[in-house]
């Protein structure tokens, strides 16, 4: 079974770092596109930072920028999201997810983990 | 940047009637686009991608159409289940974007 399993969540300081992993399962890790995705509380799905299979691209979107930093495992079939500088904008769920199809860098997402969520708070 | 514009943002319908919402694109994405639904407290699913095509095992009543900025997403009975929010993506660039969402309840 195609199984994506975050971990690391939970409630952080403003400014504060958390490391966000996702555990996959099921499928040749090393062969796809991985991403996460955030929810905020009552809000829609953001799209925050994208990595190509060997780990060599990575692109993040302007509001984490700077700040986040996605990375992989393949050995370990895990995708990581360090995460500094948190502020409440942050507070989410965060979702990880894979391309629908091997090595494809533009492809809609299935499956998504179940979600993880971090609070940004004092 | 790429923005999708969702449309309602919210809507009522009773079961089996025609639902129809509708998703732009603020620049030309060709048929690079998704849509899902959500169910609280879940991740989303995907039910249809490159703007038409169904994805396996989700209900024949669910389709897709559109192609360069305009797209439309119709449930063509609605059932209980349907109830959730379904949203757009595009995959036409690195940064991937999502629509905003339509919240779907069943009357």
């Known amino acids: 079974e195609v199984q994506l399993v975050e971990s690391g969540g939970g409630l952080v300081q403003p400014g504060g770092s958390l490391r966000l992993s996702c555990a996959a399962s099921?499928?040749?890790?090393?062969?796809?596109?991985m991403t996460w995705v955030r929810q905020a509380p009552g809000k829609g799905l953001e799209w925050v930072a994208n990595i190509n299979p060997s780990g060599s691209e990575k692109y993040y979107a302007d509001s984490v920028k700077g700040r986040f930093t996605i990375s992989r495992d393949n050995a370990k079939s895990s995708l990581y999201l360090q995460m500094n500088s948190l502020s409440g904008e942050d507070t989410a769920v965060f979702y990880c997810?894979?391309?629908?199809?091997?090595?494809?860098?533009?492809?809609?997402?299935?499956?998504w983990g179940q979600g993880i969520l971090v609070t940004v708070s004092s | 940047d790429m923005q999708m514009t969702q449309s309602p943002s919210s809507l009522s319908a009773s079961v089996g009637d025609r639902v129809t919402i509708t998703c732009r694109a603020s620049q030309n994405i060709d048929t690079y686009l998704a849509w899902y639904q959500q169910k609280p407290g879940k991740a989303p699913n995907v039910l249809i991608y490159d703007a038409s095509t169904l994805e396996s095992g989700v209900p024949s009543r669910f389709s897709g159409s559109g192609s360069g900025t305009e797209f439309t997403l119709t449930i063509g009975s609605l059932q209980p289940d349907d109830f959730g929010t379904y949203y757009c993506q595009q995959y036409n660039t690195y940064s991937p974007t999502f629509g905003q969402g339509t919240k779907l309840e069943i009357k």
């Open positions: 997810a894979r391309a629908k199809l091997p090595a494809a860098k533009y492809n809609w997402f299935d499956p």
């Open positions: 099921g499928f040749t890790f090393s062969a796809y596109w």
